[in-house]
């Protein structure tokens, strides 16, 4: 099973949108609604942000939000803020025995 | 708010078995999934693998034969094992809270909440 593809970097100027898209395949992404995305700040454990493609957390802010379509799903960050700047995951549940994946990983920088 | 913490040896020799044990705090242990997951330094995220309470698992295969998941749900813990580790297997440990699955059905909302993650170098 190979990891979702994520662009490596995405970069953007405070107050500006930035889209981070996760491609998979019609076994992972395509199949299920079981999409998640994680931010993670350099030593510090991944947080969760959003899961079942655009549903978000308590307490996560309604500047982040998800979509998906096909085999590809889209987390995007409106409202940029020096906070955001993190690196971020992808993840899906996975027909395969893998049962999850993850993607390959971006960083966002904001300018 | 559950809380979770890895616990384990920061240093294992190659060969040897790596052995972390998760504590879950303020919640129970029961209903959950429970997943492990490691990240190498400067590396993506790699799902290892998770318990459910009554013992049940699942495995990534790429690591499946040296893999060995337990619960101890008496003490809201369960643990990882990992056999004949060599460099490769040096990482950054995570346990987190999987899918929820009881009576009303199974519910996959994400991996929530992680413990802190624990750093293990395999290392002579």
């Known amino acids: 099973q190979s990891a979702l593809t994520q662009p490596a970097s995405v970069s953007g100027s405070p107050g500006q949108s930035i889209t981070i898209s996760c491609t998979g395949t019609s076994s992972d992404v395509g199949a299920y609604n079981y999409v998640s995305w994680y931010q993670q700040h350099p030593g510090k454990a991944p947080k969760l942000m959003i899961y079942?493609?655009?549903n978000r957390p308590s307490g996560v802010s309604n500047r982040f939000s998800g979509s998906k379509s096909g085999n590809t799903a889209s987390l995007t960050i409106s409202g940029l803020q020096a906070e955001d700047e993190a690196d971020y995951y992808c993840s899906s549940y996975t027909s395969s025995s893998t049962l999850y994946v993850f993607g390959t990983g971006t960083k966002v920088t904001v300018l | 708010q559950v809380q979770l913490q890895e616990s384990g040896p920061g240093l294992v020799k190659p060969s040897e078995t790596l052995s972390l044990t998760c504590t879950v705090s303020?919640?129970?242990?029961?209903?959950?999934?429970w997943s492990w997951i490691r990240q190498p330094a400067g590396k993506g995220l790699e799902w290892i693998g998770r318990?459910?309470?009554?013992?049940?698992?699942n495995y990534n295969p790429s690591l499946k034969s040296r893999v060995t998941m337990s619960v101890d749900t008496s003490k809201n813990q369960f643990s990882l094992k990992l056999s004949s580790v060599t460099a490769a297997d040096t990482a950054v440990y995570y346990c987190a809270r999987d899918a929820l699955y009881d009576s009303s059905g199974y519910y996959s909302r994400g991996f929530d909440p992680w413990g802190q993650g624990t750093l293990v170098t395999v290392s002579s």
């Open positions: 079942e493609v655009s």
């Open positions: 318990i459910y309470t009554s013992g049940s698992t």
């Open positions: 303020n919640g129970s242990i029961s209903s959950y999934y």
